[in-house]
């Protein structure tokens, strides 16, 4: 969120400068809602827990400037005079990484979360697995990630056109690593869910352990539906559930993603199977809209609708919370403009404005929304950065605040004040006029829908 619009906020006279003395006291308004007072008596947050006083904290690092986001921020700041009082509309605000495609190194990830905390969002939505590469330690299958997390190459730009860096890439994150980062975001109020994909973009795992597949086949080095999905074997179903224990052990909250998408005739009884399991170890399964083709799921599970909200409010009347994150207005991958300037060209154009602009549908039914950032053309932070900001900023706002959303005044606010903001932090963003000079990839082949 940019600054918050709050539920209500009041602006007082004059200016005071802030000692860095913050009176905390508790609050009886929503949850992860607070109150913020500066005057010149001093800066009092009252909050209704511990998340409404780091998102209080927030906004005071938002009113503070720019140079409240460096590293070492300078001496004593002015405040306006005022009183904000707020909470979040979404108890699901979220971003999805795909870690799985090109894997994020552990300090890369961290100051993620340290993004998604500085815009109030509280879900980081990780990718784990897929055809391309097995990101989670298994202790007891280790050729998952020891030969599941490397391919040899990767595809370059759009599959349609056949080219391979021919590098190899690769990575995984161990278990204390993945301890590490649920133990940081739980510190900012953010909840990790991991997602193993099954029972299709899976064909890192039978590269491991071909026994598993339809059909054998390395780490994939495509983009796109992998027709290899897991088999039906009763010993695969053992063994995707051992991995599941075994993720439950170092994630502790309370969603686990499990997939389900994408796998065209593919096993409804492996995803009943794992569904159940989690349900029998106190989690909630959180799976893609396709999920609900599969038969029957349990009442705990979530369901992202992704292929639009169709699915989305089909789930909602079954009973089943549902996170919107419909590709059309939220899939931050998906090229920015029609320009030839912009950056291996695929999907729709998905615009800042298609962002802020988005309302989802049954609102006031759902669990939430997020954001998702698919990485097969995003292949280092840099790149991450430029698709995800500002956009991410337009999905913060309308996952928190309700009300009518004037594009032309969000831009005027992202130019004048968060912007300056997300450069202080070092985040390479796209700029609003368009990608700079460095930011370019020409040459690379793309598929523009």
Not at 233 to 244: E, G
Not at 394 to 416: K, N
Request: glycine letters at 10%; charged letters at 25%.
């Amino acid at each position: 969120m940019i600054l918050p619009r709050p539920v209500s906020f009041g602006r007082g006279d004059g200016e005071v400068v802030f000692d860095g003395v913050v009176d905390v006291r508790q609050w009886g308004g929503p949850a992860e809602g607070y109150r913020l007072t500066i005057a010149p008596s001093g800066v009092v947050i009252e909050a209704a827990d511990a998340a409404g006083e780091a998102h209080a904290r927030q906004t005071l690092r938002q009113l503070s400037g720019p140079s409240a986001f460096r590293a070492v921020a300078p001496g004593p700041v002015t405040l306006p005079v005022c009183v904000v009082e707020d909470h979040p509309r979404f108890r699901w605000r979220g971003c999805m990484l795909d870690v799985a495609r090109h894997f994020l190194p552990k300090p890369d990830l961290l100051r993620y979360v340290d993004l998604l905390a500085v815009h109030k969002l509280n879900v980081l939505h990780l990718h784990l697995t897929d055809d391309q590469g097995w990101r989670f330690e298994s202790l007891r299958f280790p050729l998952l990630h020891e030969v599941g997390g490397w391919r040899p190459s990767s595809r370059y730009g759009d599959r349609r056109h056949g080219g391979q860096t021919g590098r190899p890439h690769g990575g995984y994150y161990t278990q204390d690593d993945l301890r590490e980062v649920v133990a940081y975001a739980a510190e900012r109020h953010i909840t990790v869910v991991p997602e193993i994909d099954v029972p299709g973009h899976s064909q890192a795992a039978i590269a491991a352990y071909p026994e598993l597949g339809v059909a054998p086949g390395g780490v994939w080095t495509d983009w796109g539906i992998n027709p290899n999905l897991l088999n039906t074997a009763p010993s695969t179903v053992d063994f995707v559930l051992a991995v599941f224990e075994e993720l439950l052990d170092v994630f502790p909250g309370e969603y686990v993603g499990f997939g389900g998408d994408e796998a065209e005739g593919g096993d409804g009884s492996l995803v009943r199977a794992v569904t159940e399991f989690l349900v029998s170890r106190g989690r909630r399964p959180f799976g893609w809209d396709e999920a609900l083709e599969t038969g029957p799921l349990p009442d705990a599970t979530v369901i992202a609708s992704w292929r639009g909200e169709d699915a989305g409010v089909t789930a909602l009347d079954r009973g089943l919370d549902v996170v919107m994150c419909p590709e059309k207005y939220v899939y931050l991958d998906y090229r920015q403009s029609d320009s030839a300037d912009e950056p291996v060209p695929v999907g729709t154009v998905t615009t800042l404005e298609d962002v802020y602009g988005y309302e989802p549908a049954a609102a006031d039914r759902l669990l939430g929304v997020q954001a998702n950032v698919w990485t097969e053309h995003l292949d280092s932070p840099r790149r991450l950065d430029y698709a995800t900001f500002p956009r991410l900023c337009a999905l913060a706002e309308l996952a928190w605040s309700t009300g009518e959303r004037d594009v032309a005044e969000f831009r005027d606010r992202l130019a004048g004040s968060h912007l300056p903001r997300l450069a202080a932090l070092g985040v390479e963003y796209r700029p609003l006029s368009g990608p700079l000079p460095w930011q370019r990839l020409p040459g690379v082949p793309g598929h523009p829908r």
